[in-house]
């Protein structure tokens, strides 16, 4: 992945993450991936295009879904969550879509045109994401609800 | 590059991730603290630790010695110095395999204390470099063979290794049981030692030495601890220097080990590494030309002599192991004067996030570099930066060259001191992707010393200074 | 997302959402997210204003909007949905009421689609993540244009 990218997605992640949560968000060393990755329960996905190919990936495990969901919606009129319910989903797929749509801003300002998917989300046990063929940047965020794992594919198209 | 055995060290510190397939890494994770030759006996895997392993032999030729335990095989000259010879087989009570008459057995010589005693063994099998911490403690289950003779057992690339407990298997007072006859043994042995070492005429009973053959054993044995040591230093180079030892740097470090044993030798100490300190300096010559900063202007002069007179409009370059860029900002320097109407794409990458994180935004003294940049260079407020032409010329990634390469076709791939970072395995696919993705007659520029590539897929470009190769 | 205090009754403060004549601003929210549509509804519903519709994605908004003219004040306007995005909606409401008071509200804060959404009629753009001053702020100076 073009180094450039790396720090856009690195400090939106921490900037939205911490906003959401209100809370202390430590940042992990990142590291490359290229082999398929067992989800941890919840993953939200968000595709990129323009210039480029990829998607950007939140793996986390449902019990920091729902925590991670309830800090965002505290406050607002809705009932507590205690599982994730559509409404917890639809939390942690904007979460991917603000993280995302950051990033791509950052670096729509340092000239990479990039495009948005709408997000998707997929919840379950023992799941895998298989893009073989595609190597991976792995950001991961320690947060008081849990690790978030950012997981970044972009390719240039040729 | 360095940078690359850099990354690697910093890999290895860092706590490996989570999920599946990290056995490998986490062997790679150890130290290794242990070293032991093995080799097999009756079909099972053994080892003995390295520090009693004075040398591997071959012998031939060696005397018969009445009135022995049959396990006493016979004693041997080694280089005027007359040893007895165990068959560890008989001993253990194994099944022998008959050799042709006159082939000689494989052994290990071991060291006991002041003593030599000859082992002979099934077949050596070579050195294995594990962590002391993963030695099982001896179970009845390892072997075929008393469990008294075993210190312990280790599993290695899958495979379990017995290790024997040299002592108790040589050493006279753990064999209270055949004390009596050991002594006697010995006792033979030593005189019949004393018999041989001087000129008077061997003793009734015992064969005749072979004149000649012990000779041989000699060198061949000779010739054994020089590959033994070889073997331990490419043993230790992956885990001191993750280095890998391959036929891709084979030559050089043959070359290399013969000039360090001399150097060694000359200090009067061991060849094989003590530290990875050792290792490091062992690998010093290895670097190639310019490594880790901008190429001087012979370096671009020899580069420029393997280029071809034209190529496309588009002119692609891969440069993996680009560091901190140095080396892509070198090439892309020579490329935009030796084809200045061509555009030029350079896909350059480096798993040390660091290194390359740094590349786009190299700045130094203008000072600094020869003459030849100044054309492809502007001034910022402080230092200098290469001009917009050649900055976006190059793509840095942060990239593992071991995953999926999403790179186009290549007119010229330069990747000097990368794949002899990479384990042997990872080598070859790396190769056969340099191979596909390069245009036919595409360059290939390797490392300095890193020149044995397979002649059937790549043609040497003759005369040349650097270690260029053209796709057949 | 915000903390309690974000969200005050309607009583503990003088509301904004409410016209001279004492009839609320009347409110379509577009957005394919549940959250969004939430949140949104969340801060403006505090300060007196009316949710009329909500539409998950720009084809359903244009039909929305369509439908409740003349009764709707303004629109919210996610930019990146399915079937239609918020631009192109944008464009079509426009097409269909050159007045409309349309906001977008997108996570994307790219200069050209900002400039782009304000050439085409869009009165503001806010740019996630939302909180409840800015949007306020954003909706009523629209609505005062």
Redesign the interface.
């Known amino acids: 992945m073009r180094v450039e990218y790396i720090n856009p997605f690195v400090e939106a992640a921490y900037g939205i993450l911490k906003e959401v949560t209100r809370g202390e968000v430590k940042r992990g060393e990142l590291y490359l991936k290229s082999t398929s990755m067992p989800v941890l329960g919840v993953a939200a996905i968000i595709g990129l295009a323009g210039d480029v190919e990829g998607r950007v990936l939140l793996d986390m495990t449902k019990d920091t879904a729902v925590k991670v969901a309830s800090a965002m919606l505290d406050g607002m009129e809705v009932e507590p969550i205690t599982q994730l319910n559509e409404m917890g989903k639809a939390s942690i797929t904007e979460l991917a879509n603000m993280i995302t749509g950051q990033a791509v801003t950052k670096l729509h300002n340092l000239g990479f045109k990039f495009d948005l998917t709408p997000p998707a989300i997929f919840t379950g046990d023992n799941m895998e994401i298989a893009d073989t063929g595609v190597e991976a940047l792995i950001v991961p965020m320690e947060l008081e609800q849990g690790k978030i794992e950012i997981n970044v594919a972009i390719r240039e198209r040729n | 590059m360095s940078s690359r055995a850099e990354a690697a060290r910093q890999n290895r510190l860092r706590v490996p991730h989570r999920g599946g397939g990290n056995r490998q890494q986490n062997e790679e994770l150890e130290t290794i603290d242990y070293k032991m030759v093995t080799f097999s006996l009756g079909g099972k895997d053994y080892a003995v630790d390295i520090l009693k392993v004075k040398e591997i032999a071959k012998f031939a030729g060696f005397t018969f010695v009445p009135n022995t335990p049959p396990y006493v095989a016979g004693v041997f000259n080694l280089r005027g110095e007359i040893i007895s010879i165990i068959d560890l087989r008989i001993k253990f009570g194994l099944p022998v395999e008959q050799r042709p008459d006159r082939e000689a057995e494989c052994g290990l010589i071991l060291r006991l204390n002041d003593m030599m005693i000859g082992v002979i063994v099934d077949s050596v099998d070579r050195v294995v470099g594990i962590n002391s911490a993963r030695i099982q403690p001896p179970h009845p289950i390892f072997g075929d063979i008393n469990i008294k003779y075993i210190s312990g057992a280790v599993e290695k690339n899958d495979r379990l290794y017995i290790i024997l407990d040299v002592e108790r298997i040589l050493g006279r007072e753990s064999e209270q049981t055949e004390a009596p006859r050991s002594e006697r043994t010995e006792g033979r042995v030593g005189a019949l030692a004393e018999a041989m070492a001087g000129s008077g005429p061997a003793p009734a009973g015992a064969k005749k030495v072979q004149p000649g053959a012990a000779g041989a054993a000699e060198i061949e044995s000779g010739q054994d601890q020089y590959e033994l040591d070889l073997s331990f230093i490419k043993e230790a180079l992956p885990s001191y220097a993750q280095f890998y030892p391959s036929a891709i740097n084979d030559h050089w470090l043959r070359a290399r080990y013969d000039q360090w044993r001399r150097e060694r030798a000359a200090a009067n100490r061991e060849a094989q590494f003590a530290s990875p300190d050792e290792a490091h300096e062992f690998l010093k010559p290895f670097y190639s030309q310019d490594t880790g900063r901008f190429w001087c202007p012979e370096l671009i002069e020899l580069f420029r002599a393997v280029l071809p007179e034209r190529l496309r409009n588009t002119v692609t370059v891969w440069n993996p192991g680009a560091g901190k860029g140095y080396e892509s900002y070198s090439l892309a320097c020579v490329l935009k004067k030796s084809y200045p109407d061509s555009t030029l794409k350079i896909w350059a990458s480096d798993n040390d996030l660091l290194s390359i994180s740094t590349a786009p935004n190299l700045v130094f003294r203008k000072e600094d570099l020869p003459d030849f940049y100044h054309d492809f260079i502007v001034a910022g407020t402080n230092r200098h930066s290469f001009a917009g032409m050649i900055k976006d010329s190059i793509f840095f990634e942060y990239h593992d060259i071991t995953h999926p390469n999403a790179v186009p076709e290549m007119d010229i791939i330069v990747a000097r001191d990368v794949l002899s970072y990479l384990r042997a395995e990872q080598q070859a696919s790396v190769l056969q992707e340099f191979y596909d993705k390069l245009l036919e007659h595409g360059l290939l520029i390797l490392g300095d010393n890193e020149t044995g590539l397979d002649e059937a897929r790549w043609q040497r470009v003759d005369g040349a200074r650097i270690t260029a190769f053209r796709k057949r | ?4 205090q ?2 005050p009754s309607i009583n503990e403060r003088s509301v904004s959402g409410v016209k001279e004549d004492g009839s609320p601003y009347r409110v379509l929210v577009v957005d ?5 549509t ?2 949104i509804s ?1 801060i403006l519903t505090s300060e007196g204003f009316e949710i009329v519709a909500t539409a998950g994605n720009g084809l359903e908004g244009v039909e929305r909007y369509k439908e409740l003219y003349p009764n709707i004040d303004v629109v919210t306007m996610d930019i ?3 079937q239609m995005d918020g631009v192109t909606a944008l464009e079509k409401i426009i097409d269909f009421d050159k007045e409309a008071c349309v906001v977008m509200i ?7 689609l900002v400039k782009k959404s304000l050439l085409i009629g869009a009165k503001n753009y806010i ?3 939302l909180d409840r001053k800015k949007v306020l702020e954003r909706i009523l100076m629209s609505l005062q244009q």
């Open positions: 997302m915000r903390t309690k974000d969200f394919d997210s549940m959250f969004v939430k949140q969340q990146t949905m399915p997108s996570a994307l804060g790219k200069q050209d740019v996630k993540p």
